[in-house]
């Protein structure tokens, strides 16, 4: 019985440490693999039929509640971020001429994203983050680095074309993985400096075309510091955005929507206090009435401006906010880099922008570079196991 026993187990196959691979005894691994069919090339078709399978796969997996939000979110990116700028630019092209006034427009809607936090404290029975004094002094700092970065966008849009500002905003995401390598610990490999170099170049080309998109009443030092507070202002964002990350690393160390929203909510009031104190400071509240008068339309016209600045400056930021949560990262980047020639296009046909072959250049290799840093991205995404 022992020596029969022996003999079946002698039979059985071999299973090596290669998946599927198996050996039988006296077989070598040289002849195995010459025996073994050679694997089809993978076509075209084969992608797409995967790729469709497993769009349906993760549809299925959510609600379609969750797929509504993510449209309306995605849609609030793409269309609120280029209305928040060009409405910037109607107001300096229409006779505005205050810098603080449009900072205090961009955090102005705070209590919009705190009427969205409350039901979920009261609905969801979320309880409230609670504030500690390192929590409490992040949310100052990052409310007066906001606050500070608003000014200087409004800077960039009085002195700087839409489209032109739209184009240098985007070297923000340059800023922001430098950062976030630096300070988060964030990876950083050879798509990401690819992006960061590629973008690079079409600030470089923009600022060697520097007179092909002047407005003829903006002087050639209020264009270079339109462009320079761009370029400083897409640092300051890329730094706000690698130290709200370090916030909810160290201090939060969860990312549910409504700690999201709590924080989103904390450092714009706390940048609407500190730009209202400018604005104060600044006797612009007390210039508007007469401001209003002079501009291009009536007082209703701006009125009108500076409210649908206020609305779609939130909806943007609300809309990020809420991708970032029921998606990833990759895909606000790829929204992120699809609103940037949106935004050119929209400047270019709304409020006759001009454009010329080197900016249609410098958007084309824009593009390129978000393509490059997505692409980067999706490769520290973690793979999925094979289904067996």
């Known amino acids: 019985m022992v020596d029969s026993r022996q003999d079946q187990e002698q039979q059985e196959p071999l299973l090596l440490p290669s998946p599927g691979l198996l050996i039988m005894p006296g077989e070598t691994m040289e002849e195995e693999e010459e025996s073994s069919p050679a694997k089809p090339a993978t076509t075209w078709r084969d992608r797409i039929s995967e790729f469709k399978a497993e769009f349906w796969l993760a549809y299925n997996a959510k609600a379609v509640s969750h797929w509504i939000l993510l449209f309306l979110s995605s849609l609030a990116m793409l269309v609120a971020f280029p209305a928040s700028s060009l409405l910037s630019r109607v107001y300096y092209s229409n006779g505005g001429t205050s810098k603080w006034v449009i900072s205090w427009v961009a955090v102005a809607g705070w209590p919009l994203s705190a009427l969205i936090l409350l039901p979920t404290y009261v609905i969801c ?70 992006s960061i170099v590629v973008i690079t170049a079409a600030m470089a080309i923009i600022a ?23 370029i400083l202002a897409s ?75 206020v609305i779609t400056f939130q909806a943007g930021i609300l809309g990020g906010t809420a991708v970032l949560f029921l998606s990833n990262t990759v895909l606000a980047g790829v929204l992120n880099a699809i609103r940037v020639p949106l935004t050119s296009i929209a400047a270019v046909i709304l409020l006759h922008d001009p454009m010329s072959g080197f900016k249609i250049l410098s958007l084309v290799i824009t593009f390129w570079g978000f393509c490059s840093y997505i692409y980067g991205s999706l490769s520290f995404s973690p793979k999925k196991e094979a289904i067996p």
């Not at 092909?212 to 507070?229: A, L, P």
């Open 235 to 309: 640092a300051l964002h890329g730094l706000i955005f690698a130290l709200s990350e370090l916030v909810f690393v160290k201090l939060l160390g969860r990312r549910s929507f409504h700690v999201v929203l709590e924080q989103q909510v904390m450092v714009s009031f706390f940048g609407f206090l500190f730009t209202s104190i400018g604005v104060i400071a600044n006797h612009d509240f007390g210039k508007m009435s007469s401001e209003a008068v002079k501009f291009k339309g009536g007082e209703s016209a701006y009125i009108l401006v500076l409210v649908f600045g």
């Open 125 to 194: 029975k979320r309880s409230p983050t609670p504030l500690t004094f390192k929590l409490v002094a992040s949310y100052i700092v990052l409310g007066f680095l906001s606050g500070a970065d608003n000014l200087m966008y409004a800077y960039a849009y009085a002195y700087l074309p839409a489209s032109t500002s739209s184009l240098l905003a985007s070297s923000s995401l340059i800023f922001s993985t430098l950062c976030g390598y630096f300070i988060v610990n964030n990876k950083l490999n050879a798509s990401m400096i690819n």
């Open 208 to 230: 060697l075309d520097s007179d092909s998109d002047r407005y003829g009443n903006v002087s050639d030092k209020q264009y270079i510091m339109g462009f320079i507070w761009d």
